[in-house]
């Protein structure tokens, strides 16, 4: 733990108190879970799994020899790659059938993810998204190669592609990415005051204040996961975006508390029902307008928003 801060991952959960001697493979194992985490997470949209892939990721890396490897980041990024990849796949058949949308889970991040604008973009909500959209290869190509910055050579070992494979792989997935992606780079202030008119009409049920807010063609996601009752599809509209939030507050009444936090890497809210979390509420905001609300409420998606998570590139 550090300032308040949670680390990604707990690696000596299964290796030495922090007092006693750490060994090479632990200590660089150490230096670099939060980058690992971050690679995981971005390939997984899912902490819980992210925190998977480093265990196994420690596991394959305890085993090696450490004085035959020339790039240790690099070599640790492939490993954690390719259990992504393992666990991406069957990720993909499991949400075939999740009760509802599925989103990302939502993490509570400090202020200098916001202020690495690539890196929040990256972990944002509507990003996240985009990357469902692409195949397993594609993701963890564009990842590695367009958030981490990874050479060509080394995302080939990681995927386990030749080098021209994976540059073609790379322009599929940018264009893939450029077509579906929010059509501009919000400044922080931007956001910051379309999230507080949004909660402030929100909290008032103030229909008009919505409407105000919200863009011509805003969509609403909601993810209860089949737990917790939910929208089993997508609306989208102002006009209908709006009623449904101003109507969903009428029937929590006063019960409910809005608290303005950091989620992956943007201002978000945590919706509160007598002081115990209900819901997560992330958005994408375009043109000072909020075009795109995801509310999630599924229970197993929402530790991470109890403590903050360390990201890094």
Partial sequence: MNGGQVDAAEPLAYGEPVDSFVDPATEVFVAHRNLLFT????????????EDVLQ????????VDLGAVRDQRAYLVRIATRQALIRLRTLGRRR???VGPWLPEPLLTAPDVAEDVELADSVSMAMLLVLETLSPTERAVFVLREVFDLDYDEIADAVGKSQAAVRQIAHRARAHVAARRPRDVVSPNATRDALQAFQQAVETGDLQRLLDILAPDVVLLSDGGG???????????AGKVARLLAAGLDRFGTEVSVEPVQVNG????VMRIDGE?????AMRIEDGLVAGVYFIRNPDKLSRVERQTVLSR
């Fill in 56 to 63: 196994d990721t420690w596991l394959r890396w305890a085993g």
């Fill in 96 to 98: 075939e059938s999740y």
């Fill in 227 to 237: 737990i917790k009752k939910a929208l089993t599809h997508p609306v989208v509209g």
């Fill in 39 to 50: 690679v995981a997470y971005e390939m997984l949209g899912s902490a819980a799994d992210a």
């Fill in 266 to 269: 943007h201002p978000g809210l």
């Fill in 277 to 281: 979390i209900d819901g997560v509420v």
